[in-house]
């Protein structure tokens, strides 16, 4: 099997002494680096093994550890530090040698080396493959279809009754326009554990799954994980126990869309009838409309047999899903410009499923409150046309 081995040092000396204590095969490479020219070789490097040179570069030689963690590394040093060697083994150091670490000696260190670097490689085309799939993302390794992976993860903590916790996570409406999806997944995973599971929900919006904890723990960790957050962030937390999908689902977003509406400090209770209808009206022009088309948009191709419309007047708006043998309604009215009436409703010609309706504050009817109730509108209608199919 083809090996990848790095030299690094900023001393060419040391090029010319490890060179002859390497066995290598003619299917094996060798690359020689200087500590700076790391940074620009990270994907190159992720499968390597590394032989690094701390003499005169103890600082270096930690930072690349860091940089490089999970990179099978051993470290050649020329004289006994037992503090570089703690340190180094705590940023994931496989092992040391120095001048007097004998032949035999150090081809015995560099075995489980090469050994973790197959692994690793194995690994990276595993992971290539998810990604070329749409099953996680292609720069992170956040997971694009929640759903197959909570009915997964759900089967295992009831089985197994494993304590754990679901949260969704949200910026504030001004947030979402300062940070894109890249650099959101990029901090929230750099600060989990990794038995944690990320999942996107819908466009900046996360499913987080803590295992073996609590909410009130889970809470704690979200606490010092939203502190090294670029922008305001919300979380709803809630336990997991014998729940099905959409049950926790339903949820979680509502404990969410609750943290995020009490951290508003204005509302329009009080407001006169000229003032609500105002208010509906200009949700109608900047809100509902806009966020209709986008669902249109988005599902139009992907419900095969099917078509999405929209419709709208004064106090209402619908958005429509239309098949040959069934339908489904989500209706938006604002009787008396008071409150929020949404009422969801499903016509299927082997079964009967009962409305729902769905009452709001004016207030609480922003953008991503509306994208997470259509995503379930449309969750629930796929569910009960399959159901109906197969009955």
């Known amino acids: 099997m083809q090996s990848r081995i790095v030299l690094v040092s900023d001393d060419s000396d040391f090029f010319e002494y490890i060179l002859p204590k390497l066995i290598l095969r003619k299917s094996d490479e060798l690359f020689k680096f200087s500590f700076k020219e790391l940074q620009t070789k990270l994907k190159f490097l992720k499968t390597s093994v590394l032989i690094i040179n701390s003499e005169n570069a103890e600082d270096k030689t930690l930072k690349a550890l860091t940089l490089l963690k999970g990179v099978p590394a051993l470290i050649f040093s020329y004289n006994e530090n037992d503090e570089l060697r703690i340190a180094a083994y705590k940023n994931g150091a496989m ?9 035999e000696e150090f081809q015995a260190k560099m075995i489980p080396a ?4 197959a692994v690793l490689e194995k690994g990276l085309k595993y992971r290539e493959f998810l990604a070329g799939t749409e099953i996680v993302s292609k720069d992170n390794d956040v997971f694009l279809d929640y759903t197959k992976v909570l009915d997964a993860e759900l089967e295992k903590i009831n089985n197994q009754s494993v304590p754990a916790v679901l949260a969704a996570i949200s910026p504030d409406e001004k947030s979402k326009e300062l940070i894109d999806n890249k650099n959101i997944e990029e901090h929230l995973l750099s600060g989990i554990r990794k038995n944690d599971v990320l999942m996107k929900f819908a466009p900046n919006k996360y499913f987080l799954l803590f295992y073996n904890t609590d909410v009130l723990c889970a809470q704690k960790v979200w606490d010092k994980l939203s502190k090294q957050l670029p922008v305001k962030f919300y979380a709803g937390f809630t336990n997991i126990y014998s729940q ?41 022009e900047q809100i509902i409309t806009p966020v209709f088309f986008q669902t249109r948009q988005k599902y139009n191709d992907k419900l095969l047999g099917m078509t999405v419309n929209q419709n709208s007047g004064d106090g209402f708006g619908i958005l429509s899903i239309h098949g040959r043998n069934c339908s489904g309604t989500f209706k938006i009215t604002c009787p008396g410009f008071s409150k929020v009436n949404i009422d969801i409703t499903f016509s299927l010609y082997k079964s009967e ?13 922003e953008p991503g409150l509306l994208e997470d109730l259509l995503e379930q509108f449309i969750t629930e209608f796929k569910k009960e046309t399959e159901t109906n199919d197969n009955s």
């Open 95 to 103: 092992g040391f040698i120095t001048p007097l670490t004998s032949d």
């Open 114 to 117: 090469l050994n973790m670097s």
């Open 244 to 284: 099905k999908r959409q049950q926790l689902v339903n949820d979680v977003l509502n404990k969410l869309h609750r943290t995020m509406n009490a951290d508003k400090t204005s509302s329009i209770k009080e407001e006169n009838f000229k003032l609500f209808r105002q208010n509906f009206n200009k949700k109608m």
């Open 353 to 365: 499923v009962p409305p729902k309706r769905i009452t709001l504050e004016p207030e609480e009817l």
